[in-house]
Structures are given as structure tokens and as C-alpha cells.
């Protein structure tokens, strides 16, 4: 039988061409940043308070120290390694999980926990804004973001802050957690619930907003005062009462019931500080503290129950969704 042999150059470039077809196989690139075809990118690039962070996408070892971020997360499917318990509602799924490690509060965090769990992903903000220099140094192969915004009559427009504080955080951790979709319907739903707040307030009501702790009533000033603060901006809100001095503080500045009184609100906005943590025999709930109050009794948003409670967890749980629910209560309250 005759045998044939095929010429050496026509062997050489059918192995050439072979060699060629390995090295442009699209798999072999898929651990960089850039996107060929259906390969996703793995890294991103996001701005915090910072600056510009590289950030893996869908992390699997995540801490988070952002109040403002535990819903969000949760309702993704998120799951943590790490979180500040000490700080955060008793019913959130991350502080029920014994698997999920405690940092502890942010006045004596064990930032020694955060090492141990060896993130990838660390989401400072608010309440433990001050470490972020300490937390870098402490996982220097993770990516630290920082998220937090002021809300003080310093900052600027407070009204403003919150507003794009929130949506910008919320764009960008459904950029690091792949849920842009998400991210977006959540920022679409806060607008409409401040326009439908909005016009729902009269433009001539007077409003009082206090934080409830211990048994005490503060006063949480227009701008700058905790949760209701930065809403006289947001909806046009008449104040019932200006003071001098007034500051952020967690459970309002001082003032007298019979201050709150004599300026005769239309309407009280409420926050129940204690509210947010776990039970406690001694403290007492903000509406018996509200309605029992012998010199409250007769002023016009008394009388006219005109009288909005913060969500019970909000202290701890300042997130988008807290406040899209208080938007719909305050929006509901006005238009009765």
C-alpha cells in the first residue's frame, strides 16, 4: 500500500495555528480587570471619602461597620463576617448569626477581630468613620471603604447630605455586590417617597422634632439635630422653636417641656432612642414619656394626635429603607 507523508510546512503551521487558538482561549483572562467578551470584571473602582478604591466584586469575606448599610445587605443576601453587635438591632439577621463575629461598639471596638476573620472588604462609615486610618493599617491586603457623610450644620446643606449620602452609597455597594438593578429601583423609590412627603407637608405647620432617651425628652434641632435634622431642608419644614447652640447629639440638646409647650406645635416628630436596643426593664417608651407629660397635654399636636414615631429600630438602622418608611409614615400623618 502507498504511504503519504505530508510536507513539513504544511505540519508546522497547522501546530503554530494550534498554539495560537490556546493562547487567545478567553478563560485564561478571566482573573484580570478587564472585559473581553462574557468574562466579568473581578475588580472595580469606586470613590469613597477617600478617594479611588479597588475593589473585588462580590467579595466572599466582608465586614461592615455602616449602620446605614446592615438592610441593604441583608435584603441582597449578603452575608458578613463581622459586625459591631453592640450597635446594631437585636433582630438583624448578622447579629443573630453566632456565626457572624462581634466587634463590639464603636467607643471600645475589637478592631483585633477584624484581622482575624482575614476580610477582603471592609465598609466603614458613621459610627466608626474615626478608624478607618487603624483599620487599614490593621488588613492592609483588604479593600477599606469608607462611606460615611456628615450630617452637621458644618457640613453644608444637611438636607442635601443625606439625600445624596444615601443614594451614592447605595450605587456604590450595588456595584461591589453586582445588584446596579437593585441599587437604582431603591434610589428611584427615595425620590418619590421625599416629593410625596413634600407635598404633603402644608408649607405652615409648625414642627417639633425630639429624640426620647432614658425617660427624657431632647430637642433634635432643625438641620443639624439627629434623624429630623436635615428634613426642614428636605420638605420646607416651619420649625415651632429655634435655639442658639444646638448640636448633633445622639439624644438631642436640652430643653424643657414647657419650652416645647409654649411654642405650640402643630406636629411632634419623635424618636425613641431606646427603642433600637434589646429590652431593658428601666427604659421607658417615648409615646408614655409623650402622652404623659402633664405640660404636653394641651398643646394643638397633642390634642390633634399629630404625632410621628420614628421606625422603633432607626438609631441603629439609619439605612435607605428606614427612611422610606419613615417618609411614607410622615407622608400618611400629613395627609389625614
Not at 132 to 159: C, H, M, Q, R, T
Not at 161 to 174: A, M, R
Request: proline content about 5%; glycine content about 6%.
Amino acid at each position: 500500500m502507498k504511504k503519504f507523508y505530508l510536507p513539513k510546512l504544511i505540519i508546522f503551521t497547522v501546530v503554530f495555528a494550534l498554539m495560537l487558538t490556546g493562547c487567545s482561549n478567553p478563560s485564561k483572562n478571566a482573573s484580570t480587570s478587564e472585559t473581553s467578551g462574557d468574562v466579568k470584571d473581578t475588580t472595580i473602582e469606586i470613590t469613597d471619602v477617600h478617594g479611588t478604591v479597588t475593589v473585588p466584586v462580590n467579595p466572599q469575606k466582608v465586614v461592615s461597620l455602616d449602620n446605614r448599610t446592615f438592610e441593604t445587605l441583608s435584603n441582597w443576601g449578603v452575608e458578613l463576617v463581622a459586625v459591631p453587635k453592640g450597635v446594631m438591632p437585636p433582630d438583624s439577621p448578622y447579629y443573630l448569626d453566632a456565626a457572624v463575629q462581634d466587634i463590639g461598639d464603636h467607643r471600645e471596638p475589637n478592631l483585633e477581630v477584624i484581622a482575624a476573620v482575614d476580610p477582603e472588604l471592609v465598609i466603614v462609615g458613621q459610627r466608626f468613620a474615626d478608624y478607618y486610618e487603624d483599620i487599614k493599617a490593621l488588613v492592609p491586603n483588604a479593600a477599606v471603604v469608607d462611606l460615611n457623610f456628615e450630617l452637621s450644620e458644618e457640613a453644608g446643606k444637611s438636607g442635601d447630605s443625606l439625600v445624596n449620602g444615601l443614594k451614592e452609597s447605595t450605587i456604590t455597594l450595588g456595584k461591589i455586590f453586582d445588584k446596579n438593578d437593585e441599587a437604582q429601583k431603591l434610589n428611584d423609590d427615595f425620590d418619590k417617597a421625599i416629593q410625596i412627603a413634600k407635598d404633603a407637608y402644608n408649607g405652615t405647620d409648625k414642627i417639633m422634632s425630639v429624640v426620647v432617651s432614658g425617660g427624657e425628652i431632647g430637642f433634635s434641632a432643625p438641620y443639624s439635630g439627629r434623624v429630623w435634622g436635615p428634613m426642614y431642608e428636605m420638605f420646607g419644614w416651619e420649625s415651632a422653636l429655634e435655639i442658639d447652640g444646638t448640636s448633633s447629639d445622639h439624644k438631642g440638646d436640652d430643653i424643657s417641656v414647657e419650652a416645647i409647650a409654649q411654642s405650640n406645635p402643630d406636629w411632634i416628630m419623635v424618636l425613641d432612642r431606646d427603642a433600637s436596643f434589646s429590652s431593658d426593664e428601666k427604659k421607658v417608651p417615648a409615646m408614655d414619656v409623650i402622652n404623659n407629660s402633664p405640660a404636653l397635654k394641651n398643646i394643638t399636636a397633642i390634642s390633634k394626635e399629630h404625632i410621628v414615631y420614628a421606625p422603633d429600630d432607626t438609631y441603629t438602622n439609619e439605612s435607605i429603607q428606614t427612611y422610606l418608611e419613615l417618609f411614607e409614615d410622615i407622608a400618611s400623618a400629613f395627609s389625614k
